[in-house]
């Protein structure tokens, strides 16, 4: 196809798009209905007991007689599996690795320490985690008969495996857990009230009745319970969407692909920066917006009943195609909501009959690359503090290349924006220490954001074990202190000695700790915890002895208070006698680099020995309804956290002041 062909392929869409939102409007009202008695149907249609042939299973009484026993009571079923502990001996790789080898430091005290802690069961692509310290691991099948890489997950006499696994964070044992509609390359977060969304999946090595098509399924997943159930069916598929909870509390569906297919499929041969855009179309066939296989669309998802609303097409996601999977977003404190995807990005006000931009924002830069799938940066919105609570975001690494591929170095870079309304925009550019793709950023309680996994060289992508797009693990770790100068504000710290390549996972433990887990391309089950310098400096620990919030409880979700905004609330401390930093950490999982929600609020506090009585924040568009981590500092030393519940009390919150949009 010529280039004159694709751009008029664009903009024909883009003219749909408004035609598009206002028939949107006529057909919302009257589908939620439908809408609604489809998905009654699927509550109570996709468990019912199916058939299984006996080409889905090796020839095996046994096994098959468990399958179609777990098929018509599969939720009693896979309670019976119980959790697996393994001692240091099956490790290859000591408990504790000492850094001072690779990096030639004094200690952990200015280094950090890392040591190996169980094995994860489970290859984990997707690591969700839940206030009662377990973890929703899940990953892809490996093969038609549905047997697995991971003898951890066979079952049934290893006729067939498990794609997901339980981990449970406080003794580091797993077992395996049974979805049915494939979760392979979804989105995920926490919901407003604890428990875990799965949205989309995978189409693909399916097996009738057990491992079905996961394309346009939502899923709710109850850690209490330690259960799931399907809750609706979206319009189209989403093959690596990104989702985000809205101020409101409902879920906003961005992106992904229709089919498992054709979104990208590098050259394996080396690339410049001479490169034209158009080469980084798909060459599996298809056009640059082939709707075959690009889903540019967004959905709402109502937190009170699992409504959706139509799907409608987004003018970004067509202009960045095809590099824009898992595309970033964050809730932004002036209300509206920033999207990344590709190299573009923009602040938008999502509704149910159309987006609209937030032009008190200004307009934001074009990064110098692409940094989505499968250039995959990290990204993080940084800590948020009052009065203005302006907000910046940062992306990491990446690649270096427009059009990059398997040849290519990762990127070497990261950028710092501002993107409150009226603010300077300008990237802040900074050199990172090595080649990074497919890194993760992690914000510790101290304001600092942590940086690792990923390869040197290459992309994302892959196939399982020893068949994907990248290679040289970048293994040794690095933190950003947004208080130091620009320029300074990299700086190395312990090396974890496990590569982490393409589908590895970290994310904050409510210890103040990073888990970090995975790494399908090299098969890799070791779960490792990064210890930061703070809990290594000598200095004593704060202890949180109270938190006298709201009397309400958030249910049976292991919240230790529950609070409304704008409250004030009152913290117990022991072990120091005053407290230097007070903040709310979201609790957030990993998937490809996508920390879906994370973000950290700083508190307002009066602090007296023993005692600190803080404010929430003052509403939602701050700090969207949730689950969050309570730490409070002392010289810089965290506490462990309690687990607080934040949540609107009375209507939503008012939209900022001096709303200005455009369609």
Not at 12 to 34: D, F, I, P
Not at 39 to 68: C, E, F, M, W, Y
Not at 239 to 256: F, Q, S
Not at 490 to 507: C, G, K, N, P, T
């Given at each position: 196809m010529s280039i004159r062909a694709v751009l008029f392929s664009i903009c024909a869409l883009v003219c749909l798009e408004s035609a598009q939102s206002h028939q949107a409007v006529q057909r919302m009202h009257a589908g939620k209905a439908a809408r609604r008695l489809q998905q009654s149907a699927l509550k109570i249609n996709v468990r019912d007991p199916v058939s299984a042939t006996t080409a889905d299973l090796v020839d095996d009484p046994t096994g098959r007689g468990h399958l179609l026993?777990?098929?018509?009571?599969?939720?009693?079923?896979?309670?019976?599996?119980?959790?697996?502990?393994?001692?240091?001996?099956?490790?290859?790789?000591?408990?504790?690795?000492?850094?001072?080898?690779?990096?030639?430091?004094?200690?952990?005290?200015?280094?950090?320490?890392?040591?190996?802690?169980?094995?994860?069961?489970?290859?984990?692509?997707?690591a969700l985690p839940f206030t009662n310290e377990l973890v929703l691991f899940m990953q892809r099948t490996s093969n038609s008969n549905g047997s697995s890489y991971d003898p951890f997950l066979n079952v049934d006499n290893n006729t067939h495996a498990e794609i997901a696994a339980i981990y449970?964070?406080?003794?580091?044992?797993?077992?395996?857990?049974?979805?049915?509609?494939?979760p392979f390359c979804s989105a995920q977060t926490l919901l407003a009230n604890g428990q875990g969304v799965i949205v989309g999946g995978d189409p693909l090595n399916l097996i009738e009745g057990f491992l079905t098509n996961g394309l346009q399924t939502v899923r709710v997943f109850d850690p209490a319970t330690q259960t799931y159930k399907v809750v609706c069916e979206m319009e189209r598929g989403r093959w690596y969407p990104t989702v985000n909870v809205l101020a409101n509390g409902d879920l906003l569906i961005v992106g992904g692909m229709q089919q498992a297919t054709g979104g990208w499929a590098p050259s394996k041969s080396p690339s410049t920066s001479s490169q034209p855009i158009v080469m980084c179309a798909p060459n599996t066939g298809g056009s640059i917006a082939d709707p075959s296989?690009?889903?540019?669309?967004y959905q709402i998802m109502s937190a009170q009943n699992y409504s959706l609303s139509p799907a409608l097409t987004l003018t970004i996601l067509l202009q960045s195609w095809p590099i824009n999977s898992y595309p970033f977003l964050a809730q932004l404190p002036q209300g509206s909501v920033l999207i990344i995807a590709g190299s573009l990005m923009d602040t938008l006000f999502f509704e149910e009959d159309g987006a609209s931009r937030d032009n008190r924002t200004g307009m934001l830069p074009t990064l110098p690359v692409p940094v989505n799938y499968p250039m995959s940066a990290a990204f993080t919105l940084m800590p948020l503090q009052g009065p203005d609570y302006n907000a910046s975001a940062l992306v990491a690494g990446g690649s270096d290349e427009y059009c990059a591929n398997a040849m290519s170095a990762g990127g070497s870079k990261s950028w710092l924006f501002d993107v409150s309304p009226g603010a300077d925009h300008s990237l802040i550019e900074e050199a990172l220490s090595f080649p990074r793709v497919m890194g993760e950023l992690t914000l510790l309680p101290d304001g600092r954001v942590f940086l690792c996994n990923g390869a040197q060289v290459g992309i994302a992508g892959g196939a399982g074990p020893n068949e994907d797009n990248a290679n040289e693990g970048t293994t040794v770790g690095e933190i950003y202190d947004p208080s130091k100068?620009?320029?300074?504000?990299?700086?190395?710290?312990?090396?974890?000695?496990?590569?982490?390549?393409?589908h590895s996972e970290a994310f904050l433990t409510s210890?103040?700790?990073?888990?970090v887990s995975g790494s399908e391309s090299t098969d890799e089950h070791r779960v490792q915890l990064f210890t930061p310098d703070y809990l290594h400096s000598g200095k004593p620990r704060p202890v949180i002895?109270?938190?006298n919030a709201s009397a309400q409880t958030a249910g049976t979700y292991d919240v230790d208070a529950q609070v409304g905004y704008s409250q004030n609330f009152t913290i117990g401390f022991s072990n120091v006698t005053n407290l230097d930093r007070v903040v709310f950490n979201r609790l957030v999982g990993s998937t490809h680099g996508v920390h879906a929600d994370q973000r950290q609020v700083v508190l307002d506090c009066s602090v007296t020995p023993g005692t600190a009585?803080?404010?929430?924040?003052?509403?939602?568009?701050?700090?969207?309804?949730?689950?969050?981590?309570?730490?409070?500092?002392?010289?810089?030393?965290?506490?462990?956290?309690?687990?607080?519940?934040?949540?609107?009390?009375?209507?939503?919150?008012?939209?900022?002041?001096?709303?200005?949009?455009?369609?």
């Amino acid at each position: 196809m010529s280039i004159r062909a694709v751009l008029f392929s664009i903009c024909a869409l883009v003219c749909l798009e408004s035609a598009q939102s206002h028939q949107a409007v006529q057909r919302m009202h009257a589908g939620k209905a439908a809408r609604r008695l489809q998905q009654s149907a699927l509550k109570i249609n996709v468990r019912d007991p199916v058939s299984a042939t006996t080409a889905d299973l090796v020839d095996d009484p046994t096994g098959r007689g468990h399958l179609l026993d777990r098929l018509s009571n599969s939720l009693d079923y896979v309670q019976q599996y119980s959790y697996q502990s393994y001692p240091a001996s099956n490790f290859d790789v000591p408990f504790t690795v000492d850094p001072t080898a690779t990096l030639g430091a004094a200690a952990g005290a200015t280094n950090g320490t890392w040591r190996v802690v169980g094995n994860s069961g489970s290859t984990p692509v997707h690591a969700l985690p839940f206030t009662n310290e377990l973890v929703l691991f899940m990953q892809r099948t490996s093969n038609s008969n549905g047997s697995s890489y991971d003898p951890f997950l066979n079952v049934d006499n290893n006729t067939h495996a498990e794609i997901a696994a339980i981990y449970n964070m406080t003794d580091n044992t797993f077992r395996p857990f049974h979805i049915t509609e494939h979760p392979f390359c979804s989105a995920q977060t926490l919901l407003a009230n604890g428990q875990g969304v799965i949205v989309g999946g995978d189409p693909l090595n399916l097996i009738e009745g057990f491992l079905t098509n996961g394309l346009q399924t939502v899923r709710v997943f109850d850690p209490a319970t330690q259960t799931y159930k399907v809750v609706c069916e979206m319009e189209r598929g989403r093959w690596y969407p990104t989702v985000n909870v809205l101020a409101n509390g409902d879920l906003l569906i961005v992106g992904g692909m229709q089919q498992a297919t054709g979104g990208w499929a590098p050259s394996k041969s080396p690339s410049t920066s001479s490169q034209p855009i158009v080469m980084c179309a798909p060459n599996t066939g298809g056009s640059i917006a082939d709707p075959s296989y690009d889903n540019p669309t967004y959905q709402i998802m109502s937190a009170q009943n699992y409504s959706l609303s139509p799907a409608l097409t987004l003018t970004i996601l067509l202009q960045s195609w095809p590099i824009n999977s898992y595309p970033f977003l964050a809730q932004l404190p002036q209300g509206s909501v920033l999207i990344i995807a590709g190299s573009l990005m923009d602040t938008l006000f999502f509704e149910e009959d159309g987006a609209s931009r937030d032009n008190r924002t200004g307009m934001l830069p074009t990064l110098p690359v692409p940094v989505n799938y499968p250039m995959s940066a990290a990204f993080t919105l940084m800590p948020l503090q009052g009065p203005d609570y302006n907000a910046s975001a940062l992306v990491a690494g990446g690649s270096d290349e427009y059009c990059a591929n398997a040849m290519s170095a990762g990127g070497s870079k990261s950028w710092l924006f501002d993107v409150s309304p009226g603010a300077d925009h300008s990237l802040i550019e900074e050199a990172l220490s090595f080649p990074r793709v497919m890194g993760e950023l992690t914000l510790l309680p101290d304001g600092r954001v942590f940086l690792c996994n990923g390869a040197q060289v290459g992309i994302a992508g892959g196939a399982g074990p020893n068949e994907d797009n990248a290679n040289e693990g970048t293994t040794v770790g690095e933190i950003y202190d947004p208080s130091k100068p620009v320029g300074q504000r990299w700086s190395q710290v312990a090396d974890s000695m496990i590569w982490r390549l393409y589908h590895s996972e970290a994310f904050l433990t409510s210890n103040a700790e990073v888990f970090v887990s995975g790494s399908e391309s090299t098969d890799e089950h070791r779960v490792q915890l990064f210890t930061p310098d703070y809990l290594h400096s000598g200095k004593p620990r704060p202890v949180i002895t109270a938190v006298n919030a709201s009397a309400q409880t958030a249910g049976t979700y292991d919240v230790d208070a529950q609070v409304g905004y704008s409250q004030n609330f009152t913290i117990g401390f022991s072990n120091v006698t005053n407290l230097d930093r007070v903040v709310f950490n979201r609790l957030v999982g990993s998937t490809h680099g996508v920390h879906a929600d994370q973000r950290q609020v700083v508190l307002d506090c009066s602090v007296t020995p023993g005692t600190a009585v803080c404010t929430s924040p003052p509403n939602s568009y701050i700090a969207p309804p949730g689950v969050y981590m309570l730490f409070v500092l002392n010289q810089g030393v965290p506490s462990q956290a309690k687990y607080i519940s934040l949540q609107l009390t009375g209507g939503m919150t008012t939209l900022p002041a001096n709303v200005a949009t455009s369609g």
